[in-house]
């Protein structure tokens, strides 16, 4: 290092100061991240000179940091250069160190440069709360307290009742409170009724779907599959996966475990299956041409800075591609993490596979109750009654036997296709000749029979094979019979084969179906002859001449017969010969017959007997309600892990692209960071995602439970303890109350068991919560950010909340059933098609147009266009906290968008069911409490020049609604409409109180 240079500056900060030592995490960490880790920092490739900042030992080994002696540090020398070009940092990064900084940096070194870990990588301790007086309710109030006592400032008193139920109702329901439950909560004098308020609302239903809200947008979750084309998928039973298990209070852990892991717990339910949906959330791209390796590398690289970011504050992306330059995460440890995920047989497809049948619990109750009654009516078929009993006796004794067929010599057999046939002595039908893949035959049969009750059709085996050309199996897709006196064939009342293959059954062949996929197949029953009866629905009328015509259909591509023959009966029962075992139990007297063989006869019997056929309608009723209800089932994508033998190698990526692996530095194995606790797992085996889940939770862990906790707490105090929610990285903030962080992590891991909603009821039952939102000069001039938490901040309703909310005011909103298929809510004029595919989303109709936000199709190229304009993502990636931007665009839409008017026009009518005082009850509803005088006189002057007018249009008050309510005032509907417009965007309805 260069020599100590004389200079003013050096001198002037060389000068002794009275102030406390410096802190190093919080005054000397952040100006060295800030100003040196760039070039002398984690990352070794970037590290300039060979000096090394980040630790104490490169500082002190390279002489840049002399304990105690700042005059013999060359960090100082360099940071006080009066040479441009040799003052650090350099010119070209725009950064200079102020005397501040520089003096901070010299004390800390005079004090000996004690050196910390990085707060953040120091797991939380059970911190004792300070003392708190009587404005403290909770622990949480007793730090706040003591940090504005130390500021001479003092914290607001609880906010009135009005603002305090809409505010904690809106941030745990997303919703407004209705008047009824305004007026209640005012009234209520118990002590507790706070707490009552806060218990009520976490219980309901709709506390999770707002809740599920904040997790969907890190998890980047959407119903398509994104880039170009950016095809719609099927995920919405993850979203109520999540919504579910924040209505049930899944504790933390838990829902880590399952929704990184829940397809490798012992015996997983299909609940943890969805839930491994979390990871599935990640982009699939279906554009030709592309590598599907490359996009699931980049689906598996997603998930890791997904959840290093989502659980932990941990921007690791920032080491893909090499050592991070500010965090102790090494491009390896990168792909160590990498390693967890490169086990799952997703790989970019089409299709989106994995996935699995995922029904609903309504669905699972209905298809529970159908096979319960299935079972049942099977029972009744094992245990014959004595009523069963004689409908099998009557069966037995209306069934023909083999002798009443007739095996008839054919007159001529001929194809339309060029199949070729010659007639045996026998009866048989023998094909030869071309093969063409689909055929249609006839064969012309003279009969003495008066009438035909019944066909029979014989495939013939050779002993191996049922078809020609090397196929094994035949398709018999239509079967007709007619007479030189019929113009159409005569219909068949049912079918019956021994045999039938799976999804090809012999009923098939007369539904009038002749299509390839229906009919009649013999897989894998190759090896014996196969015989199928046709019953007619009324007898068939033989003419004088004699002649049937059987009409057969073969449409699956060469699976036409080779050798059959067709037999006739004008008995009244035509049927199959019963099997051996079946015969013998007909020669036994019923009273002898054993329970199985009852058991046998009943089973054959339900397939045919005309008397059972009450309990076949029962039965087929059943099962077409069952297939329906399958029919229906959604699908979720799930995460499947590959089997140990097909494993993937894992290589650190250089330059962070899947083309340059590191072939040389030799496969990775699955490991987390070196800088935190270390991962238990079996060592006789590589680790698992569910080692990384428990690693994530393990009370060892220094920032899950704090970035989880702080999340929370921004959510109702509008900015974190960290105020940098996705950086607990040693470029993020410090907290603003380390203490208070530290004690509500471990208080909720410990103590409350990671529990979510015992954290929620917890925060907003403190005083801090309740706080007034007032504030005045000299709060703003002391505190202008609110750090100190001396009073409520104020917060603009999300998209989602704007809508729901204005919605609800109106009347309008569905809110009585959770989950369910994604909607379209009513779409703006001019929607522009998707790129490629020109599509545009089906707008809902009937109460789908009125479901909340949450439900709202999530097209990731195109998502609703109002929520795009109050900053909700894509959500093509994780994003841990949304951006609150403020544009003339959105006082536009709240004033212009169809669900803003539609919205005011449901207030308007539900305040003119106030004949006397509609302006006050519309505000009412809308801001939970009642106007002032002033406020009240300006919107009646509103409401009475709008009424005035003569040129506003009446559809004001009835499109998009609908026509008005019989003997409501069109004029008088517009001008309340106008006025509820304004009610609806004025600053206290946007924002939270």
Same mark, same amino acid.
């Given at each position: 290092?260069?020599?100590?240079l004389?200079?003013?500056v050096?001198?002037l900060?060389?000068?002794l100061?009275?102030a406390?030592?410096?802190?190093?995490n919080?005054?000397?960490?952040?100006i060295?991240?800030?100003?040196?880790?760039a070039?002398?920092?984690?990352?070794a490739?970037?590290?300039?000179?060979?000096?090394?900042l980040?630790?104490?030992?490169g500082?002190?080994?390279d002489?840049?940091?002399v304990p105690?002696d700042p005059?013999?540090?060359?960090?100082?020398h360099?940071v006080?250069?009066?040479?441009?070009?040799r003052r650090m940092?350099?010119?070209?990064?725009?950064?200079?160190?102020?005397?501040?900084?520089?003096?901070?940096?010299r004390?800390?070194? &005079?004090?000996?440069a004690?050196?910390?870990?990085?707060?953040?990588?120091?797991?939380?301790?059970?911190v004792h709360?300070?003392?708190?007086?009587?404005?403290?309710?909770?622990?949480i109030d007793?730090?706040v307290?003591?940090?504005?006592?130390a500021?001479g400032?003092?914290?607001?008193q609880?906010?009135d009742?009005?603002?305090?139920?809409?505010?904690?109702?809106?941030?745990l329901?997303?919703?407004?409170p209705?008047?009824?439950?305004?007026?209640?909560?005012?009234?209520?004098d118990r002590?507790?009724?706070?707490?009552?308020?806060?218990d009520?609302?976490l219980?309901s239903?709709q =506390?999770?779907?707002?809740?599920a809200g904040?997790?969907?947008d890190?998890?980047?979750y959407?119903?398509?599959?994104?880039?170009?084309k950016?095809?719609l998928?099927?995920?919405?039973?993850?979203r109520d996966w999540?919504?579910?298990?924040c209505?049930?209070d899944?504790?933390?852990?838990?829902?880590?475990?399952?929704?990184?892991?829940?397809?490798?717990?012992?015996?997983?339910?299909?609940?943890?299956r969805?839930?491994?949906?979390?990871?599935?959330?990640t982009?699939?791209?279906?554009?030709?041409?592309?590598?599907?390796?490359e996009?699931r &590398?980049a689906?598996?690289?997603?998930?890791?800075?997904?959840?290093?970011?989502g659980?932990?504050?941990?921007t690791?992306?920032?080491?893909?591609?090499?050592?991070?330059?500010?965090?102790?995460?090494?491009q390896?440890? =990168?792909?160590?993490l =990498?390693?967890?995920?490169n086990?799952t047989?997703?790989?970019?497809?089409?299709?989106?596979?994995?996935?699995?049948?995922?029904?609903?619990?309504?669905?699972?109750?209905?298809?529970?109750?159908?096979?319960?009654q299935r079972?049942?009516?099977?029972?009744?078929l094992?245990?014959?009654d004595?009523?069963?009993?004689?409908s099998l006796d009557?069966?037995?004794?209306s069934?023909?036997?083999?002798?009443?067929?007739?095996?008839?010599?054919?007159?001529?057999?001929?194809?339309?296709?060029?199949t070729?046939?010659?007639?045996?002595?026998?009866?048989?039908v023998e094909a030869?000749g071309?093969?063409?893949?689909t055929?249609?035959?006839?064969?012309q049969?003279?009969?003495?029979l008066?009438?035909?009750?019944?066909l029979r059709?014989?495939?013939?085996?050779d002993?191996?094979?049922l078809?020609?050309n090397?196929?094994?199996?035949?398709?018999?897709?239509?079967?007709?019979?007619?007479?030189s006196?019929?113009?159409?064939?005569?219909a068949?009342?049912r079918?019956?084969?021994?045999?039938s293959?799976?999804?090809?059954?012999v009923?098939e062949?007369?539904?009038?179906?002749?299509?390839?996929?229906s009919?009649?197949a013999?897989a894998?029953?190759?090896?014996r002859?196969?015989s199928?009866?046709?019953?007619?629905t009324?007898?068939l009328?033989?003419p004088a001449?004699?002649l049937?015509?059987v009409?057969?259909s073969?449409?699956?591509?060469r699976?036409?017969?080779?050798?059959f023959?067709?037999?006739?009966?004008d008995?009244?029962g035509?049927?199959?010969?019963?099997?051996?075992?079946?015969h013998?139990?007909?020669?036994?007297s019923a009273?002898e017959?054993?329970?199985?063989?009852?058991?046998?006869?009943?089973?054959?019997a339900?397939a045919?007997a005309?008397?059972?056929?009450?309990?076949?309608a029962?039965d087929?009723?059943?099962?077409?309600?069952?297939?329906s209800?399958?029919?229906?089932?959604?699908?979720a994508?799930?995460m499947?892990?590959?089997?140990?033998?097909h494993?993937?190698?894992?290589?650190?990526?250089?330059g962070?692209?899947?083309?340059a692996?590191?072939?040389?530095?030799?496969p990775?194995?699955p490991?987390t960071p070196g800088?935190?606790h270390p991962?238990h797992?079996?060592? &006789?085996?590589?680790a698992?995602?569910l080692?990384?889940?428990g690693?994530?939770?393990d009370t060892?862990?220094?920032?899950?439970?704090?970035?989880?906790?702080?999340?929370?707490w921004?959510?109702?105090?509008?900015?974190?303890?960290?105020s940098?929610?996705?950086?607990?990285g040693v470029q993020?903030?410090?907290? $603003?109350?380390?203490?208070?962080?530290?004690?509500?992590?471990?208080h909720?891991?410990?103590?409350?068991?990671?529990?979510?909603?015992?954290?929620m009821?917890?925060?907003?039952?403190s005083?801090?919560?309740?706080?007034?939102?007032?504030v005045?000069?000299?709060?703003?001039?002391?505190?202008?950010?609110?750090?100190?938490l $001396?009073?409520?901040p104020r917060?603009r309703?999300?998209a989602?909340?704007?809508?729901?909310?204005?919605l609800?005011c109106?009347?309008?909103?569905?809110?009585?059933?959770?989950?369910?298929p994604?909607?379209?809510?009513?779409?703006?004029?001019g929607?522009?098609?998707q790129?490629?595919t020109?599509?545009?989303?089906?707008?809902?109709?009937?109460?789908?147009?009125?479901?909340?936000?949450?439900y709202?199709q999530?097209?990731?190229?195109?998502h =609703?266009?109002?929520?795009?304009?109050?900053?909700?993502p894509s959500?093509?990636?994780?994003?841990?906290?949304?951006?609150?931007s403020?544009t003339?665009?959105q006082?536009l839409?709240?004033l212009?968008?169809?669900?803003f008017?539609?919205?005011?026009?449901?207030?308007?009518?539900?305040?003119?069911?106030?004949?006397?005082?509609?302006?006050?009850?519309?505000f009412?509803i809308?801001l939970?409490?009642t106007?002032?005088d002033?406020?009240y006189?300006v919107?009646q002057?509103i409401?009475?020049?709008?009424?005035?007018?003569?040129?506003?249009?009446?559809t004001?008050a009835?499109?998009?609604l609908?026509?008005?309510?019989?003997g409501m005032?069109?004029a008088?509907?517009?001008?309340?409409?106008?006025t509820?417009?304004?009610?609806?965007?004025?600053d206290?309805f946007?924002?939270?109180?």
């Amino acid at each position: 290092m260069v020599a100590i240079l004389d200079s003013p500056v050096l001198a002037l900060t060389c000068m002794l100061t009275l102030a406390a030592p410096p802190s190093f995490n919080e005054d000397v960490l952040p100006i060295l991240s800030n100003n040196c880790f760039a070039c002398h920092g984690p990352d070794a490739a970037a590290r300039k000179a060979g000096l090394r900042l980040d630790t104490r030992d490169g500082a002190i080994a390279d002489g840049a940091i002399v304990p105690g002696d700042p005059d013999a540090s060359g960090l100082l020398h360099r940071v006080t250069e009066d040479h441009a070009k040799r003052r650090m940092p350099p010119a070209h990064t725009g950064k200079q160190l102020t005397m501040e900084e520089i003096d901070i940096l010299r004390r800390w070194i &005079s004090d000996g440069a004690p050196w910390e870990g990085h707060w953040a990588y120091v797991p939380p301790t059970a911190v004792h709360p300070p003392r708190g007086d009587a404005w403290c309710r909770t622990p949480i109030d007793a730090f706040v307290k003591a940090r504005l006592d130390a500021k001479g400032m003092a914290p607001n008193q609880d906010a009135d009742r009005h603002s305090l139920i809409r505010r904690v109702t809106l941030d745990l329901t997303g919703l407004p409170p209705t008047p009824d439950e305004v007026i209640a909560f005012v009234h209520d004098d118990r002590p507790d009724a706070w707490e009552h308020l806060v218990d009520r609302l976490l219980a309901s239903p709709q =506390y999770g779907e707002h809740a599920a809200g904040p997790w969907l947008d890190l998890a980047r979750y959407a119903d398509s599959q994104g880039f170009e084309k950016d095809n719609l998928r099927t995920m919405w039973r993850y979203r109520d996966w999540v919504i579910d298990a924040c209505n049930a209070d899944m504790p933390f852990d838990q829902f880590t475990r399952e929704q990184l892991a829940g397809d490798l717990l012992p015996d997983a339910t299909v609940g943890q299956r969805i839930a491994t949906g979390f990871h599935r959330n990640t982009q699939t791209n279906t554009e030709g041409g592309t590598d599907d390796e490359e996009f699931r &590398s980049a689906a598996v690289i997603d998930r890791v800075n997904t959840t290093m970011q989502g659980w932990m504050g941990i921007t690791a992306g920032c080491a893909q591609c090499h050592d991070h330059k500010y965090d102790a995460l090494s491009q390896q440890e =990168y792909f160590e993490l =990498y390693a967890f995920f490169n086990q799952t047989k997703d790989t970019d497809q089409v299709d989106d596979r994995p996935f699995i049948a995922a029904p609903t619990e309504d669905q699972e109750a209905a298809l529970a109750s159908l096979d319960m009654q299935r079972a049942a009516l099977d029972a009744r078929l094992g245990s014959p009654d004595a009523q069963l009993q004689a409908s099998l006796d009557a069966w037995l004794a209306s069934r023909c036997g083999t002798d009443a067929w007739t095996v008839h010599h054919p007159l001529a057999a001929a194809a339309i296709n060029g199949t070729l046939y010659r007639t045996l002595g026998d009866g048989t039908v023998e094909a030869h000749g071309p093969v063409p893949s689909t055929e249609r035959t006839t064969v012309q049969v003279r009969t003495d029979l008066p009438f035909i009750s019944g066909l029979r059709l014989t495939v013939l085996s050779d002993g191996t094979a049922l078809g020609r050309n090397g196929n094994t199996n035949v398709v018999v897709n239509d079967v007709r019979i007619s007479t030189s006196a019929t113009d159409v064939p005569i219909a068949f009342a049912r079918a019956e084969a021994h045999f039938s293959q799976h999804e090809f059954d012999v009923a098939e062949a007369i539904d009038d179906d002749d299509t390839a996929h229906s009919g009649w197949a013999l897989a894998p029953a190759f090896d014996r002859d196969h015989s199928a009866v046709f019953v007619l629905t009324e007898p068939l009328q033989v003419p004088a001449d004699g002649l049937v015509t059987v009409e057969l259909s073969q449409q699956w591509d060469r699976h036409g017969l080779h050798r059959f023959q067709l037999a006739f009966t004008d008995h009244d029962g035509p049927a199959l010969p019963l099997s051996e075992s079946l015969h013998q139990a007909t020669s036994t007297s019923a009273s002898e017959r054993t329970p199985d063989q009852w058991q046998a006869l009943a089973r054959a019997a339900f397939a045919t007997a005309p008397q059972l056929q009450s309990l076949r309608a029962e039965d087929a009723a059943l099962q077409l309600s069952r297939d329906s209800i399958v029919a229906q089932i959604p699908t979720a994508l799930v995460m499947e892990a590959l089997p140990h033998e097909h494993h993937r190698t894992t290589h650190l990526f250089q330059g962070g692209t899947f083309l340059a692996p590191d072939v040389d530095r030799g496969p990775l194995q699955p490991s987390t960071p070196g800088v935190l606790h270390p991962l238990h797992h079996d060592d &006789s085996k590589a680790a698992t995602r569910l080692d990384l889940a428990g690693w994530l939770t393990d009370t060892n862990n220094p920032l899950t439970a704090r970035v989880q906790v702080n999340r929370v707490w921004a959510r109702l105090f509008g900015h974190g303890l960290v105020s940098t929610e996705d950086d607990f990285g040693v470029q993020g903030e410090r907290p $603003s109350h380390p203490e208070l962080l530290d004690w509500l992590a471990h208080h909720w891991q410990h103590d409350l068991h990671w529990s979510p909603k015992a954290l929620m009821k917890l925060l907003v039952t403190s005083s801090v919560y309740r706080q007034s939102a007032h504030v005045d000069d000299d709060d703003l001039q002391h505190d202008p950010d609110n750090r100190l938490l $001396s009073r409520a901040p104020r917060i603009r309703l999300s998209a989602e909340q704007l809508r729901d909310t204005a919605l609800a005011c109106g009347g309008l909103l569905k809110t009585d059933r959770i989950g369910g298929p994604s909607v379209v809510p009513r779409l703006p004029e001019g929607m522009l098609p998707q790129a490629f595919t020109s599509f545009v989303p089906a707008q809902s109709t009937g109460d789908d147009l009125y479901r909340r936000g949450l439900y709202t199709q999530w097209r990731r190229t195109g998502h =609703y266009p109002t929520f795009a304009t109050f900053d909700a993502p894509s959500r093509e990636v994780c994003l841990v906290a949304r951006e609150r931007s403020n544009t003339p665009l959105q006082a536009l839409a709240m004033l212009n968008d169809d669900v803003f008017v539609e919205a005011a026009q449901g207030l308007a009518r539900r305040a003119m069911a106030d004949k006397q005082f509609p302006i006050r009850t519309a505000f009412e509803i809308a801001l939970a409490r009642t106007p002032t005088d002033e406020e009240y006189a300006v919107l009646q002057q509103i409401h009475d020049a709008t009424l005035d007018r003569t040129d506003i249009d009446g559809t004001l008050a009835t499109v998009p609604l609908g026509p008005l309510p019989e003997g409501m005032d069109p004029a008088r509907a517009v001008a309340m409409t106008v006025t509820c417009n304004v009610i609806l965007n004025l600053d206290e309805f946007v924002n939270r109180p």
